[in-house]
């Protein structure tokens, strides 16, 4: 039972500067659909944007802990 949060910052990119990834454990597909996983990444936009990566981190890794 696991996922794993992947922040990439890619400076080459000017309008985003960013690639985020979720990845799902075989274990927790049952309790992390797609769709929440989606809603996980966009929660993490606005701080992304702001270039406040840390903040990003900790309010993906905070909806994931309350999903799982």
């Given amino acids: ?6 922040i990439a910052w890619d400076s080459t990119r000017p309008a985003r500067p960013y690639r985020l990834r979720l ?4 274990g927790a597909e049952g309790y992390l659909t797609d769709a929440m996983a989606g809603r996980v990444l966009e929660a ?3 701080a992304l944007d702001r270039q406040a990566v ?10 994931l802990a ?3």
């Fill in 44 to 46: 993490m936009l606005p």
């Fill in 1 to 6: 039972l696991g996922a794993v949060l992947l």
């Fill in 66 to 68: 309350r999903l799982l």
């Fill in 54 to 63: 840390g903040e990003a981190a900790r309010i993906g890794v905070d909806s």
């Fill in 23 to 26: 990845e799902v454990g075989a």
